[in-house]
């Protein structure tokens, strides 16, 4: 079947403007993660989805972030009045349970001019 | 709180020999997860190798095993006969009892011929 999908790819903008960034986790995975990886680093746990249940929004790292999931499948992640340090990729996970292996997206690379 | 400690930034071994990629963990839940993912040059984030806390018996996939010492809270990956392919880097990572996975900042392992 189809794995997750991320769109888009790459995005550049412009310090100060709005980004949305997509991801469209495995069907049938309940659990939904985002992390950021910046460049020559690992990954920073953003936000996690389980189900219905709240998500765990411990990793967000400023109030400019935020991120939803509608009908327990596709989430987007919303950056708000970007700035240069954001410029980083972003990955997209699923899994089955939040406690076995996840399964990538191919990432958004984001860049912030 | 949980961590994840990857002390080898870099690591070259011959094509054909085995390596160690080492990892350490700090975790206050009985029950947790550790995997092993690879992330090539291209970015894609690849599940290579899963223990669980309470597994006896040190997991096993081909040429990917999981040296698992839990009084030591090691999780060390051994790849035996190296390819040029396994070129990379690793990633370990820790999931416990709030589903959030916290990752190392890596290994790149560059295989000589």
């Known amino acids: 079947g189809a794995g997750v999908s991320q769109s888009p790819s790459n995005k550049v903008t412009e310090k100060g403007k709005d980004v949305e960034l997509r991801c469209d986790p495995i069907?049938?995975?309940?659990?939904l993660y985002w992390y950021r990886q910046s460049l020559g680093q690992g990954l920073e746990f953003l936000i996690y989805?389980?189900?219905?249940?709240?998500?765990?929004k411990s990793g967000l790292p400023s109030d400019r972030f935020s991120a939803e999931r509608t009908g327990g499948s596709v989430s987007t992640l919303t950056i708000q009045r970007t700035q240069q340090e954001d410029s980083a990729v972003y990955l997209c996970?699923?899994?089955?349970?939040?406690?076995?292996?996840?399964?990538f997206g191919p990432g958004t690379r984001l860049t912030v001019t | 709180a949980q961590k994840i400690t990857q002390t080898q930034p870099g690591m070259f071994v011959q094509e054909k020999e085995a390596v160690t990629l080492d990892c350490t963990y700090d975790t206050s839940d009985q029950s947790y997860g550790l995997f092993w993912y690879k992330q090539p040059s291209s970015g894609e984030m690849i599940f290579l190798i899963y223990q669980g806390s309470y597994d006896e018996q040190n997991a096993t996939e081909g040429r990917y095993s999981l040296n698992f010492q839990k009084a030591r809270k090691s999780a060390n990956l051994v790849i035996s006969a190296s390819q040029l392919g396994d070129s990379a880097m690793y990633f370990c990572a820790i999931s416990g009892a709030g589903n959030q996975f916290y990752f190392g900042t890596g290994t790149s392992l560059t295989v000589i011929p």
């Open positions: 996970a699923s899994s089955s349970l939040g406690f076995y292996e996840q399964y």
């Open positions: 069907s049938g995975h309940t659990a």
């Open positions: 989805f389980q189900g219905n249940s709240a998500p765990d």
